[in-house]
């Protein structure tokens, strides 16, 4: 029987379909690192358990914890809803491979971009936890999601408090992703903001081992990347072609390669965010360092 926290099930393809009841809307080498952030961890796992290995350690009964509760494999097409705003939410999907979106469609029509669903990332929250789901995600690209019923996630952490608290140092990662947006949104001038959202999608693709050396896929439109940064696609092309003449950045066939991480950081005033892990023993990761 094949290990879903460990490969992918081809053949087993199931589309995610918005639905009231179930299915998916239940609910360049050598150089240093571009962010300075944590190397990857757990690699050749799944990434979600990577992302709450950096928080906490998992001793093999919570891993097998979290395999024991998937429910199914989801091979989901490009431009799907996955949740669906106004819908229940039921079930968390964790996203082994591809890129989405989180959005949320205003009354007059107009789609507002909350940010891009990368490898390790958890589908269903916080929308799991209201009545119905506060904003949609849809896929970009293909991707492969792992589905637990929320019922049975809710289970896991009651009985895991390593996996309870390790999620709990994952949400407020989160929190931080959405500060830096709202900074993007209102201080930031355009090009920083494009600087920022390449390093800050480095250092997201990075920590799960979906980066290689300073270079990452970005197969997103320069419309989604205006959409998340409050610029028209002209202006996010303009941005780009900037970074290029500078010598700061390169883009070749969805491949966005850092050329100087230095200098994009100070470009960006790109903060490189370690994450502290669980305190243990009365030791906090707030300590200040001397």
Same mark, same amino acid.
């Given at each position: 029987?094949? #290990?879903?926290?460990?490969?992918?099930?081809?053949?087993?393809?199931?589309?995610?379909?918005?639905?009231?009841?179930?299915?998916?809307?239940?609910?360049?080498?050598?150089?240093?690192?571009?962010?300075?952030?944590?190397?990857?961890?757990?690699?050749?796992?799944?990434?979600?358990?990577?992302?709450?290995?950096?928080?906490?350690?998992?001793?093999?009964?919570?891993? #097998?914890?979290?395999?024991?509760?998937?429910?199914?494999?989801?091979?989901?097409?490009?431009?799907?809803?996955?949740?669906?705003?106004?819908?229940?939410?039921?079930?968390?999907?964790?996203?082994?491979?591809?890129?989405?979106?989180?959005?949320?469609?205003?009354?007059?029509?107009?789609?507002?971009?909350?940010?891009?669903?990368?490898?390790? #990332?958890?589908?269903?929250?916080?929308?799991?936890?209201?009545?119905?789901?506060?904003?949609?995600?849809?896929?970009?690209?293909?991707?492969?999601?792992?589905?637990?019923?929320?019922?049975?996630?809710?289970?896991?952490?009651?009985?895991?408090?390593?996996?309870?608290?390790?999620?709990?140092?994952?949400?407020?990662?989160?929190?931080?992703?959405?500060? #830096?947006?709202?900074?993007?949104?209102?201080?930031?001038?355009?090009?920083?903001?494009?600087?920022?959202?390449?390093?800050?999608?480095?250092?997201?693709?990075?920590?799960?081992?979906?980066?290689?050396?300073?270079?990452?896929?970005?197969?997103?439109?320069?419309?989604?990347?205006?959409?998340?940064?409050?610029?028209?696609?002209?202006?996010?092309?303009?941005?780009?072609?900037?970074?290029?003449?500078?010598?700061?950045?390169?883009?070749?066939?969805?491949?966005?390669?850092?050329?100087?991480?230095?200098?994009?950081?100070?470009?960006?005033?790109?903060?490189?965010?370690?994450?502290?892990?669980?305190?243990?023993?009365?030791?906090?990761?707030?300590?200040?360092?001397?």
């Amino acid at each position: 029987m094949t #290990d879903p926290l460990k490969q992918s099930v081809p053949g087993r393809t199931r589309k995610a379909q918005a639905s009231r009841g179930g299915g998916a809307n239940d609910g360049a080498g050598g150089r240093k690192a571009a962010t300075g952030e944590d190397a990857p961890t757990l690699s050749g796992t799944h990434p979600f358990l990577a992302r709450l290995a950096r928080y906490a350690p998992l001793p093999a009964a919570d891993v #097998d914890g979290v395999r024991n509760a998937i429910e199914r494999v989801l091979a989901v097409p490009r431009k799907r809803d996955i949740v669906l705003e106004g819908y229940r939410c039921v079930t968390l999907h964790l996203v082994e491979h591809g890129f989405g979106i989180r959005y949320k469609l205003l009354p007059n029509g107009k789609r507002q971009i909350l940010g891009l669903v990368l490898a390790g #990332d958890i589908v269903g929250l916080p929308s799991a936890a209201f009545n119905r789901a506060i904003y949609s995600v849809a896929s970009l690209t293909p991707m492969s999601l792992h589905a637990i019923p929320l019922k049975a996630f809710v289970g896991l952490c009651q009985t895991r408090p390593a996996v309870a608290m390790a999620m709990l140092w994952l949400r407020e990662r989160e929190q931080a992703y959405v500060a #830096d947006h709202l900074i993007d949104i209102g201080r930031r001038a355009p090009l920083e903001r494009v600087a920022h959202f390449i390093l800050e999608t480095y250092a997201r693709l990075r920590a799960v081992g979906r980066a290689a050396g300073n270079a990452f896929e970005l197969p997103v439109s320069q419309e989604v990347i205006g959409d998340i940064l409050g610029l028209s696609a002209p202006h996010v092309n303009r941005m780009f072609r900037r970074l290029k003449e500078m010598n700061l950045v390169t883009v070749r066939d969805r491949l966005v390669a850092i050329e100087n991480p230095g200098e994009l950081r100070f470009l960006a005033r790109y903060e490189p965010r370690i994450t502290g892990r669980v305190p243990r023993d009365g030791h906090s990761p707030c300590a200040a360092r001397r």
